[in-house]
């Protein structure tokens, strides 16, 4: 990497403020980064060059000129919103995203979106319109979904934010693959519109999803953070708090989770806890109902497929699509009407039951993916969605009760890929979801540069 596209988010916008570089020479900079490895690792789309670097001169704002990309699902002005589809490929968006708009006002720069599957909708990043994403640390290791755009963009020095969103792990389980910081916020907490054209969200996406940000340290995450969370008019379902970084108190309570995880990913676990413990928190083995509410999100996510969004998906999306489709369906057949409803009480009584873990626990220590990142095209396997559902418990269940996590790299495999643990916290409770990141990011360190592009 240059200097330039080796610094985090936070050194960039230091070096901007203090007069070391302008925002026309770190734009540049990451542009080349671009060029150099984007025909290699098929990360991004690259934004107009020219356009780029006329707005990187005119920026102002605390972000100064930092460029960033935004996932293919979230609106740009002047580029295509293609949620991984063809057929979307001329969907070419009239106005920002809340999120992209509060992060031009803040001096932010666009200039490439991230590649991700059709639809959103697999743990693996191959988009029947744009192709397949390469994890910049092994082309033999895949680089997750379905943010794989983002987070190889982040970890090889293309971009220093990626803008991105999370249903069922999307911005985690690519984080993880890619040895980058991930922050999924509370839904809400970063507000989420896209040109009704795109299609309204369904019950189970207003309850559940949520955008939230790669970059490469947990100052990097509470920075983007504090600059995107907050109401906007056109997301009604958008909270107004702001973030207010840190948090107030002694030691945390702890409880960590290694049920369902290989030998690599439980001691990457056990470590964290190890340094938590030392560093004067109470830490135990200790977990809320997490199968009970993996398994609510994998009920209404398969019947709200089945019963709206599936022949749109038959029609556009591709064969790997519908094969992800096929595989939900027979993993898990979908609801009739009264089981449908069902599941929104029964989701209250399970939130009760974690809302009183969190009262007795701070946090939960535990994994993004019970083993360590398989290879590209691991989910088209046979079989692989029962492995992936006992991978994913908890990512799942934390996407099915609304809560803030944040995927933080713990070191490598024993193949030399990223191995990371998942800190999770009570509702609106990101401060301490990043202040226990950056605890455990001081000890564990920030990953060097991926060695397989140099």
Known sequence: ???????????????????????????????????????????????????????????????????????????VAGSATTWGLPALAGAIAQTDAPAVSRLRQAGGVPIGRGNMPDFALRWHTDSSLRGQTLNPWSPDVSPGGSSGG????????????????????????????????????????????????????????????????????????????????????????????????????????????????????????????????????????????IVDAADSWLNETVTEISVGTLPLMRQAGGPAANQIVDEMLRLRPPLDLAGYQGLFPARLLLARAWSAWFAEYDVLLGPVSGRPTPAPGYDLEPGSLDQLREDMLLTLAVSAMGLPAVSLPAGLDSRGAPLAVQIVSWRYRENVCLDVAAELERSFGSLAPPPAIG
């Open 1 to 75: 990497m240059t200097d330039l596209t080796a610094r985090s988010l936070s050194e960039l916008v230091q070096a901007l403020s203090a007069g070391e570089v302008t925002a026309t020479e770190v734009v540049q900079a990451h542009l080349d980064r671009i060029a150099e490895l984007n025909p290699r690792l098929n990360a991004l789309t690259p934004i107009d060059a020219e356009a780029v670097l006329a707005a990187a001169a005119t920026a102002e704002g605390p972000l100064g000129g930092v460029p960033f990309t935004v996932k293919e699902n979230l609106d």
């Open 150 to 289: 983002e987070a190889a963009a982040v970890a090889s020095g293309m971009s220093p934010l990626g803008l991105c969103s999370d249903y069922g792990g999307s911005v985690r389980v690519p984080a993880a693959a890619c040895g980058v910081v991930g922050l999924k916020p509370t839904p809400g907490r970063i507000p989420a519109a896209n040109a009704p054209t795109s299609g309204v969200p369904n019950l189970g996406q207003q309850l559940m999803a949520t955008l939230g940000v790669v970059v490469r340290t947990v100052a990097d995450a509470a920075l983007a953070f504090g600059l995107l969370a907050g109401a906007d008019p056109r997301d009604p379902a958008s909270t107004p708090i702001p973030f207010t970084p840190g948090r107030e108190g002694g030691p945390l309570r702890v409880g960590i989770t290694t049920n369902a995880c290989d030998a690599e990913v439980g001691g990457a676990i056990q470590r964290a806890a190890e340094l938590l413990a030392k560093a004067g928190h109470h830490v135990e083995t200790a977990e809320p109902p």
